[in-house]
């Protein structure tokens, strides 16, 4: 079992950026898929980036290049960098090793003026 802990979260007005990090409790060498999900009050989980061991990264239409997903495996770390952010970006930002079934806490990031 690896936990997974966000941090970075906060309140931003729009056009600004935040970077989200995931501290992985052990080794995320092996773990093919990781990505990060966030939920808004209201409405239901959704996928916001996800990268593979090999680097290869997918993003939700809504973030396209806005956000950018890494991930650092000597340091057992994910990121997420955020610009250009939105109101509708507010929500709770989970960390995610999801085939694994390994889910942060989450850390929430509000975007308003």
């Known amino acids: 079992q690896v936990q997974l802990v966000e941090s970075g979260g906060g309140l931003v007005q729009p056009g600004g950026s935040l970077t989200l990090s995931c501290a992985a409790s052990?080794?995320?060498?092996?773990?093919?898929?990781m990505g990060w999900y966030r939920q808004a009050p209201g409405k239901q989980r959704e996928l916001v980036a996800v990268?593979?061991?090999?680097?290869?990264?997918n993003y939700a239409d809504s973030v396209k290049g806005r956000f950018t997903i890494s991930r650092d495996n000597a340091k057992n770390t994910l990121y997420l960098q955020m610009n250009n952010l939105k109101p509708e970006d507010t929500a709770v930002y989970y960390c995610?090793?999801?085939?694994?079934?390994?889910w942060g806490q989450g850390t929430q990031v509000t975007v308003s003026s």
């Open positions: 995610s090793a999801p085939t694994r079934g390994f």
């Open positions: 052990g080794s995320i060498a092996n773990i093919y898929t």
């Open positions: 990268i593979t061991s090999g680097g290869s990264r």
